[in-house]
């Protein structure tokens, strides 16, 4: 069974401060792995977005990591910010088939910055 | 170049009555595809469409919901008889056509429409 599971589900830490998400995965076959942010009462934007081949890829102050032998990925946020309050919801989408392109989302890691 | 829009933002059904959710993609893209958000869960996938076909909609209700994306206007996903069960947040989201034949597209998400049945 295709799923996405993300640990924590939900996280407090002091602005300035690191923290990293994690997730894991059963989808299979694998196409590609992509984390979102997404605001209380808005639509997911995409913050990164990892293929097979790609170990690491950064964004800004969002650092994604993918290994794809033991189907875990990770996002590291570098010096929160009170913005960065939001939920982190990790996308697997599946290659081909029966479920060409079907996007198969966590439930994502509801991340909360205090001052 | 405008984002996903979707109206109304929110949207209040009393039960048995008919909902009606739209979704106008961004500019240049041919493909809608619409999740369903219920508190505390993910997003699902419900369908998958380009312009006047249904590519996928395996992950759709088989009753009382319906969705299409007509050669000109909105993407509707249809709700009829609402319960409240299906009180959730709707978001569409589309993308270009893609030119991997075995993958899709970065999808874009709309702000989402939010439905409560009382």
């Known amino acids: 069974k295709n799923q996405v599971e993300q640990s924590p589900q939900s996280l407090i830490i002091l602005e300035g401060k690191n923290c990293t998400l994690q997730c894991n995965y059963t989808v299979s076959p694998f196409s590609n792995l992509r984390w979102y942010k997404q605001d209380t009462g808005r639509g997911p934007v995409s913050l990164t977005i990892m293929t097979f081949s790609e170990n690491t890829k950064s964004n800004g102050r969002y650092t994604a990591t993918l290994d794809a032998d033991t189907k875990q990925s990770s996002l590291h946020i570098t010096a929160s910010q009170l913005s960065d309050s939001a939920s982190y919801i990790c996308v697997v989408s599946a290659e081909g088939g029966s479920t060409l392109g079907r996007l198969y989302f966590g439930r994502g890691t509801q991340l909360t910055v205090w001052p | 170049n405008a984002g996903v829009m979707q109206n109304p933002r929110h949207l209040v059904r009393r039960r048995g009555q008919e909902a009606r959710l739209r979704c106008s993609p961004m500019?240049?893209?041919?493909?809608v595809y619409w999740y369903r958000q219920l508190p505390e869960e993910g997003l699902k996938f419900m369908v998958y469409?380009?312009?006047?076909?249904?590519?996928?909609e395996s992950g759709m209700p088989k009753e009382r919901f319906s969705a299409e994306f007509p050669k000109e206007g909105p993407s509707i996903l249809r709700i009829q008889q609402v319960v409240r069960g299906d009180s959730a947040a709707y978001f569409c989201a589309s993308s270009r056509m893609s030119d991997k034949p075995r993958e899709h597209s970065e999808q874009y998400f709309g702000p989402g429409t939010r439905l409560t049945v009382t």
């Open positions: 469409l380009q312009k006047e076909n249904i590519i996928d």
């Open positions: 500019k240049g893209h041919s493909h």
